[in-house]
């Protein structure tokens, strides 16, 4: 399989610039298994879409304002997206810098104090910040949101809430788990109206979010890695909610990935079950893969030859995925992290 087996075209112009002034106000294309039409919808009509019993589960991480601009003792500027921190005042990070720094140099930030470069491994760079506070609270004052790529424009006052869930509360993440934005506190409580439960998992998504697959050959492509955890809470939720009949559904990709990667088969868990996880996941998945962790998923549209796309295409059929997309374009729907989403049934097993 290919990376230009996932390539479409997208008029720029339907590339959302900037989030609605209403959360719940994006469009949501209903996405049934063929031979089932496309339905349009508003998000906030999701309660209507669900039944009493079903249970979605929320990423709860946070974004931090991970991005940071320095000098070298050369003068060199520096760019610096953390992308992992690592405790002690130490963080894994992406560089921006015209010639690698080596072990030992230090980059004056213009917030204050100093990154000391202590080694590379890859793309990464491990640093040891030397500022006045915690590394955490320290970058929430002084760090700006690390906005995606295709937002072309600064980070204004209003990203500062709009690039977060609602239920973000565990730190650590460098971009949203944008299927999650969708959803405002009026929304959340018309769903626990309607009986929809509501669950949380950990995934801390990670620079390499942003990365392009850079093989044709899918299977020479190495996964970047993302910290996961599967709490014990949730994995009894879903116990639950599949042995009453209610379906488990996720909201965004992020969801689907750290559930899959609580299923793989181990020693301790030869059958492939849900049990608890919490760790590191470098879980690709792609047409072929089976994913039985989820019955449907809210997610919205991705990139081009991205590895989300190639996510869904696995959940619900490429050609099914493509054929929405196809209609979200002709419908002018808006597309990327501040864009409309899906409600994604999974393609018929064969």
Known sequence: MKKSDFRYELPPALIAQAPLARRSASRLLVV??????????VFHELPALLAPGDLLVFNDTRVIPARLFGSKQTGGRVEILVERLLGDGEARAQLGVSKTPKPGARIALDAGGEAEV????????????????????WLEHAGRLPLPPYIQREPGADDAERYQTVFARQAGAVAAPTAGLHFDQPLLDALAARGVQSGHVTLHVG?????PVRVDDLSEHVMHSEWINVGAALVEQVRRTRAAGGRVIAVGTTVVRALESAMQPTDANPDGELRPFEGESRLF????YRIRSVDAMVTNFHLPESTLLMMVSAFAGKDRVFAAYDHAIAAGYRFFSYGDAMLLFPEPAA
Not at 285 to 288: D, E, F, V
């Open 32 to 41: 049934p298994p063929a031979p089932a039409p496309f339905a349009d919808h």
């Open 207 to 211: 620079a390499g979010t942003f990365q």
């Open 285 to 288: 998945i792609l047409p072929g």
């Open 118 to 137: 202590l080694g590379r491994d890859g793309e990464f760079f491990h640093l040891r910040f030397h500022v006045a506070e915690g590394l955490e609270a």
